[in-house]
């Protein structure tokens, strides 16, 4: 197939920006006509692409089609269960000469990359791939025993002051798209807005293009970062990047943010970027131990004595608990597909210890309903508040909702943005509204909020004893 008339394929996933795009780069190098394709990939099992992130989706391919089409490319779409066959298909259709693509890490795609790379290896088409959205390709970074690390600090230790490559730029003078004679499918056949439903429109929340990551960047970095290590725990304070649906999606790439953060002083950058090295701990624990998107690592856990609740599941899920703290964090993700740090802590604890459920089910709601909804750190989140999994929080570390609250929003005004039946209650009774009496305040003030669902102090009395039985088992 070699000559002028051969087309380069550049096949994109979670990889939607033209800055810092390795394998777009070297596709322009190339001189020849680009073809880029977008594969929704038909999927089973537990983690089928969650509703939030379909959401996210849609408006990100959306805005990459504009972006592409900018410069003279034109993004196509497929929805196909054998991805290599789909491609094949297209190679020939356009007789491509070279598909390039930046790798991925979870065990899926990985597989799926494997059987894309045989399948055009059998075919004589050459493949290049790069690396993927990390600063670190997951199985590059090592102990001295030649074995993945297994504890945070260390691993932060050994890459902390490793100098990374910066962004590249995309040269597009001179680039060439290919012309289209065919009719092919566009964004809307993909069918991702299908049966979607959200409290309120996620559009009012947020912007999910690459424009809208980039000012939120320059925001954080101009306006926050300064102070993030105070504000970053207090969710009533805009004290988060929230980038963190822009780098799942790969709308802006995690060595664009190091490039930034690198000409800041250490005091100034630190404390943000541990949180990016935690990203690619995450990472690295998923390369090496995939079970770990559905399994307790620490593999007791899966026989702890877990109890399943319908009732009681709903009323987390739905942010009716009778702890306002927890239930403002669940009403938050209903209505935005985001959550504060400090509060999913809070709310996972409360499911895990107060309720007695496997952390499972906390990793599956969140999937289905965080537009930032990622493998590796929803797993590994989740099994850290569990202390199921590697490097995690210790299971004894019982998070007390009352004393979260009090602690982190000292004034309620994170709760009464979300839970609007409290608003009328003073800022010393929010955190516990069940213990107000009427002298204190007008009950109807506190509307129909629930009563808690569990005794916290009972719970906690419960859960311990049923981690000593699982010890004393081992």
């Not at 810092?20 to 001189?31: I, K, P, R």
């Not at 991925?104 to 990985?110: I, L, N, V």
């Not at 065919?182 to 996620?202: H, M, N, P, T």
């Not at 800041?264 to 949180?275: E, H, I």
Request: with cysteine; proline share 4%.
């Amino acid at each position: 197939m070699e000559g002028l008339n051969t087309t380069t394929i550049l096949w994109v996933r979670n990889d939607l920006r033209l800055r810092d795009n390795q394998a777009l780069a070297y596709a322009v190098s190339l001189g020849r006509p680009i073809v880029v394709v977008f594969i929704l990939e038909e999927e089973s099992g537990d983690w089928v692409i969650g509703r939030a992130s379909r959401w996210w989706l849609h408006y990100a391919l959306k805005d990459f089609q504009q972006k592409l089409k900018a410069i003279g490319l034109r993004l196509i779409f497929k929805k196909e269960k054998s991805v290599e066959y789909c491609l094949c298909d297209l190679i020939k259709s356009v007789k491509a000469e070279c598909i390039v693509w930046n790798r991925r890490y979870d065990q899926t795609g990985m597989a799926t990359d494997l059987k894309v790379l045989k399948k055009m290896q059998s075919l004589g088409v050459k493949v290049e791939t790069f690396i993927g959205n990390v600063l670190f390709e997951p199985g590059s970074i090592l102990n001295k025993s030649g074995k993945p690390f297994k504890v945070f600090t260390p691993f932060y230790n050994h890459v902390r002051d490793v100098v990374i490559d910066k962004s590249c730029l995309v040269k597009t003078r001179g680039l060439v798209g290919y012309d289209f004679s065919a009719c092919l499918e566009e964004l809307d056949s993909l069918d991702l807005l299908s049966g979607i439903k959200f409290d309120q429109d996620l559009g009012s929340t947020w912007d999910p293009s690459i424009d809208g990551g980039e000012r939120l960047l320059e925001k954080f970095v101009s306006d926050k970062i300064r102070v993030y290590s105070i504000t970053r725990d207090f969710p009533a304070e805009e004290g988060t990047s929230r980038l963190s649906p822009y780098l799942h999606f790969g709308q802006i790439s995690v060595r664009q943010i190091y490039s930034v953060l690198s000409v800041l002083p250490s005091s100034v950058r630190d404390p943000y970027y541990r949180q990016i090295i935690w990203r690619e701990f995450a990472s690295t624990i998923l390369y090496f131990f995939p079970e770990i998107a559905s399994l307790s690592f620490k593999k007791e856990f899966e026989h702890f004595g877990w109890k399943l609740n319908e009732e009681l599941l709903n009323c987390w899920r739905e942010g009716r608990t009778g702890y306002p703290i927890v239930d403002a964090g669940m009403r938050e993700l209903r209505e935005t597909g985001w959550m504060h740090n400090r509060v999913r802590m809070i709310v996972a604890s409360f499911l895990v210890k107060d309720l007695m459920m496997h952390w499972i089910e906390g990793a599956r709601w969140f999937w289905d309903n965080l537009v930032d909804a990622d493998l590796a750190n929803n797993s590994f989140g989740w099994q850290w508040v569990a202390g199921s999994g590697l490097d995690a929080s210790p299971f004894f570390r019982v998070f007390n909702p009352i004393l979260q609250s009090q602690k982190f929003d000292p004034e309620g005004l994170y709760i009464k943005r979300y839970i609007p039946e409290l608003r009328k209650v003073p800022s010393k009774w929010i955190h516990a509204p069940w213990i107000v009496k009427d002298e204190v305040i007008d009950r109807r003030d506190v509307g129909d909020y629930p009563q808690p669902i569990v005794s916290h102090n009972a719970s906690r009395i419960n859960v311990l004893r049923a981690y000593n039985r699982m010890r004393d088992l081992k």
